[in-house]
């Protein structure tokens, strides 16, 4: 989109492109969703959200201003660092402050959950930086993920890590999602010598693994709690399974293309909403 002649475009505005909103917006709800099915204090509930809100905001600012050379390099009009709408360095300026911003909010809710998100942070953060580039690039979404349910547990009094099947569904939906965010990029990467894990298999091999991923984190949720599951937990898991195969065959029949991370993402939000209906056994 062109700005009108003579109107220079918001730097807020910029800053907040460069977040990668949806993906952040997505993770934040998760975790407030499952501080209220957890019963956390509202005032709890509200500190973890902005602190992952922050975090996110870093994380996605971050990996923009790392990027803007290769974003140049292939005229990514949809990025506002590329365009010129916002410098790097303010990029970094703005990543910075939120880093920090959600590191002391977490550190309001415990150590330990500040130390859990410190580790979830540098992970993406260590993506970003590199990573991305290797064929371990799906190991920081593992990480941060699989330590997301543990971030809403360890904000609770006593703190406590989430339950191991909430760890192996927030790791499942990491590969999930890393595996399908980058499918529309895959040929500007080339370019520029970005050769993560998706890039090695391939469009059609990523999307048939994410869609297992997703299909795995829905089982973890449904049989690892020890009571039996409830009809909504029942219902949620059969819609997740089905976008999952949805996306397999889609996949399998055309290119896959950012219509798969949308699925993806619609699925996140469902599998958060069978996370929640486990309710207090999320904690181990």
Avoid at 88 to 99: E, F, G, N, P, Q
Avoid at 190 to 195: D, H, L, N, S
Wanted: hydrophobic share 60%.
């Amino acid at each position: 989109m062109s700005t009108a002649p003579g109107r220079q475009p918001s730097v807020i505005g910029a800053l907040w492109r460069s977040t990668h909103p949806g993906p952040s917006v997505v993770v934040t709800t998760v975790a407030v969703v499952l501080g209220l099915a957890t019963g956390l204090e509202p005032w709890r509930i509200v500190v973890l959200g902005l602190a992952i809100l922050a975090g996110q905001l870093s994380v996605g600012i971050s990996n923009d201003a790392i990027d803007a050379p290769r974003d140049i390099a292939n005229a990514r009009r949809d990025k506002p660092i590329a365009r010129g709408d916002v410098s790097v360095r303010v990029a970094w300026a703005a990543a910075s402050v939120c880093l920090v911003v959600g590191l002391a909010l977490s550190l309001v809710l415990g150590w330990r959950m500040a130390l859990a998100h410190l580790v979830a942070l540098a992970s993406a953060w260590a993506y970003n930086a590199g990573l991305k580039k290797t064929a371990l690039s799906v190991v920081p979404f593992v990480v941060s993920f699989g330590l997301l349910p543990s971030l809403v547990t360890l904000s609770a009094q006593p703190p406590a890590l989430a339950a191991g099947w909430a760890w192996v569904a927030g790791a499942a939906l990491g590969v999930a999602i890393h595996l399908t965010n980058v499918l529309p990029d895959l040929e500007d990467d080339a370019r520029t010598g970005v050769r993560g894990l998706p890039h090695r298999l391939g469009g059609r091999i990523s999307a048939v693994l994410a869609a297992s991923a997703l299909a795995i984190g829905a089982v973890a949720v449904l049989i690892g709690p020890d009571a039996a599951p409830s009809p909504l937990a029942i219902t949620v898991f059969a819609a997740v399974v089905l976008i999952a195969v949805t996306g397999l065959v889609l996949a399998l029949a055309r290119p896959p293309g950012r219509w798969v991370f949308r699925l993806v993402m619609l699925a996140a939000l469902l599998l958060c909403v069978q996370l929640a209906a486990t309710g207090q056994a999320l904690a181990a």
